[in-house]
């Protein structure tokens, strides 16, 4: 089946430094990918998606300058957190969907703590 | 935007009982997803189903998408059943999925 591999599974940063998050489609090419923040006891919040080749689309309220999004390939996506701040410490988790179907594969998830 | 609702949002079980799980969305949509995610965050898809019943072992689940609400029955629970169960809907636009609160299960053993 579809696998999608997300590195690290957790990170420890200083405030004020920059983390990158790679989110890796296995077997299968990935036109769409999503990002998602979860915080402890709650939901998956849709972040931004992105596409191959083009600019990722944010959702309201999540901020472009902060979280950087790249989709160079088919099968590669990562997200940087730059400048991060403690409030920034949270799981966030990404989502490939296989071009033509409403298959979707999520990542491990990556821990992000920010002291 | 769309709301979709879950309940109940915490359940507890003794093991092999058996439970209902419910999530309700506001709009109509293309289709509707049911996840488990486990303890170590991982979130498995249990069933794609957009309308109708369907069943995998010991889960099932049915959807009416003309009355907006979809259930996920789990039978003969097992403590490997605790987690997070979360429904999504795809919004017509982009396919985004869109997640309710979730139901967190815990089955006692």
């Known amino acids: 089946g579809a696998v999608v591999s997300q590195h690290p599974s957790w990170v420890i940063c200083k405030s004020g430094t920059s983390v990158k998050i790679e989110c890796r489609s296995l077997d299968f090419q990935a036109t769409t990918m999503f990002w998602y923040r979860q915080f402890p006891k709650q939901s998956l919040m849709l972040m931004a998606t992105?596409?191959?080749?083009?600019?990722?689309?944010?959702e309201q309220g999540v901020e472009k300058d902060k979280f950087l999004i790249n989709h160079a390939s088919l099968t590669l996506s990562t997200l940087t957190v730059t400048s991060a701040h403690p409030e920034d410490s949270s799981f966030y988790i990404c989502?490939?969907?296989?071009?033509?179907?409403?298959?979707?594969?999520f990542g491990s998830g990556t821990r992000l703590t920010v002291v | 935007g769309i709301q979709v609702e879950q309940s109940p949002p915490d359940l507890i079980l003794q093991e092999g009982a058996n439970s209902t799980l419910r999530c309700n969305f506001s709009?109509?949509?293309?289709?509707l997803q049911w996840f488990h995610q486990n303890p170590w965050g991982q979130l498995i898809n249990l069933f794609y189903i957009p309308s109708g019943t369907k069943q995998n072992g010991r889960l099932s689940a049915t959807t009416v998408a003309t009355e907006r609400y979809s259930l996920l029955y789990i039978s003969s629970s097992q403590t490997t059943d605790s987690g997070v169960y979360f429904c999504?809907?795809?919004?017509?636009?982009?396919?985004?999925?869109?997640f309710g609160q979730g139901t967190e299960l815990s089955v006692k053993p």
């Open positions: 989502s490939a969907r296989e071009y033509g179907t409403y298959g979707y594969t």
């Open positions: 709009d109509s949509v293309n289709n």
């Open positions: 992105s596409n191959e080749g083009s600019k990722a689309t944010y």
């Open positions: 999504a809907v795809i919004y017509n636009q982009g396919g985004k999925l869109i």
